[in-house]
């Protein structure tokens, strides 16, 4: 039942997503998660062959920013998701780079990957809050991370849940309760469940399968979306957005106020998200 909503959701969510980055905040929010990305691609990268796996890569479109910000190094990339409809427009999307190979798989089974083969991980937009068992998805990427390999992982954050739910949804007892206690959130009627993390379980699940959660990165932890900017159509603009767009000093000084502190252990829970940074 779970699978056939997701699927469900994935197929239309697929058709949209790419112009999200035009829109202020979540332009903003890409542009942080980019540089993230790159600054541990900066300190892993030596000159050889280098794998990259897209866990949950949904339609691509972070492996073509990857692509296009490390032309002439020796990357290779695998494109990962479950859902035959992203991985169809992900094709689509990279079709002519033949440095990226295309797999089907459950991030609970990574059974198709090489273990050790794997230099960094990354996974975006936080795929591990839609999955059954996140402790089988973080043993997974351990089994296949070479030794001093790193894993971003990005889950939906626990605190943000709670807050959104008092502030904008004024939650009943009953799902704050549920949310609090088991720390699953139901956005809208479109998705199920979905898992909330703090930086404080994501350390729990490295420690329960031998991966090291160095630290992490809360995105973003002061810039906040409004309602506008959750149209999944991507047609509406919210006022943060419109200055987002309209304001480049605004633009830069938020982007700068953001990577300055998104790492601070006492800020990182402020996040919308999460990104824990494993090694192993």
Same mark, same amino acid.
């Given at each position: 039942?779970?699978? =056939?909503? *997701?699927? /469900?959701?994935? =197929?239309?969510?697929?058709?949209?997503?790419?112009?999200?980055?035009?829109?202020?905040?979540?332009?903003?929010?890409?542009?942080?998660?980019?540089?993230?990305?790159?600054?541990?691609?900066? +300190?892993?990268?030596?000159?050889?062959?280098?794998?990259?796996?897209?866990?949950?890569?949904?339609?691509g479109r972070w492996i073509k920013k990857i692509i296009n910000?490390? +032309?002439?190094?020796?990357?290779?990339?695998?494109?990962?998701?479950?859902?035959?409809?992203?991985?169809?427009?992900?094709?689509?999307?990279?079709?002519?780079? =033949?440095?990226?190979?295309?797999?089907?798989?459950?991030?609970?089974?990574?059974?198709?990957?090489?273990?050790?083969?794997?230099?960094?991980?990354?996974?975006?937009?936080?795929?591990?809050?839609?999955?059954?068992?996140?402790?089988?998805v973080i043993g997974q990427i351990k089994k296949i991370l070479k030794i001093n390999?790193?894993?971003?992982?990005?889950?939906?954050?626990?605190?943000?849940?709670?807050? /959104?739910?008092?502030?904008?949804?004024?939650?009943?007892?009953?799902?704050?309760?549920?949310?609090?206690?088991?720390?699953?959130?139901?956005?809208?009627?479109?998705?199920?469940?979905?898992?909330?993390?703090?930086?404080?379980?994501?350390?729990?699940?490295?420690?329960?399968?031998?991966?090291?959660?160095?630290?992490?990165?809360?995105?973003?932890?002061?810039?906040?979306?409004?309602?506008?900017?959750?149209?999944?159509?991507?047609?509406?603009?919210?006022?943060? /957005?419109?200055?987002?767009?309209? =304001? +480049?000093?605004?633009?830069?000084?938020?982007?700068?106020?953001?990577?300055?502190?998104?790492?601070?252990?006492? *800020?990182?829970?402020?996040?919308?998200?999460?990104?824990?940074?494993?090694? +192993?």
């Open positions: 039942m779970k699978k =056939d909503i *997701l699927t /469900s959701f994935f =197929d239309k969510y697929s058709k949209n997503v790419d112009n999200a980055d035009s829109l202020g905040f979540w332009k903003l929010s890409d542009a942080i998660i980019e540089s993230i990305i790159q600054k541990h691609i900066d +300190k892993l990268y030596d000159g050889k062959e280098f794998m990259i796996l897209d866990a949950g890569c949904g339609t910000k490390n +032309k002439g190094k020796k990357i290779k990339f695998i494109a990962y998701d479950l859902f035959d409809s992203m991985l169809n427009k992900a094709k689509e999307n990279l079709q002519g780079y =033949d440095n990226v190979k295309f797999i089907k798989g459950d991030l609970q089974d990574i059974n198709l990957i090489e273990d050790n083969s794997i230099d960094l991980c990354i996974s975006i937009y936080s795929p591990i809050s839609f999955v059954d068992n996140s402790s089988l390999g790193e894993a971003l992982i990005m889950g939906h954050a626990f605190h943000n849940a709670i807050d /959104s739910k008092i502030n904008n949804y004024m939650a009943d007892k009953e799902e704050l309760s549920k949310l609090n206690n088991e720390q699953l959130v139901k956005w809208n009627d479109m998705l199920p469940y979905l898992n909330t993390y703090s930086i404080e379980t994501f350390e729990e699940l490295g420690k329960q399968n031998g991966l090291n959660c160095v630290g992490g990165y809360g995105v973003t932890i002061y810039l906040k979306p409004q309602n506008e900017d959750w149209d999944p159509n991507n047609s509406q603009k919210s006022k943060i /957005s419109l200055k987002l767009e309209e =304001d +480049k000093d605004f633009f830069n000084e938020i982007y700068s106020l953001e990577m300055e502190n998104n790492s601070n252990k006492t *800020l990182v829970n402020r996040g919308l998200n999460i990104l824990a940074f494993y090694k +192993k």
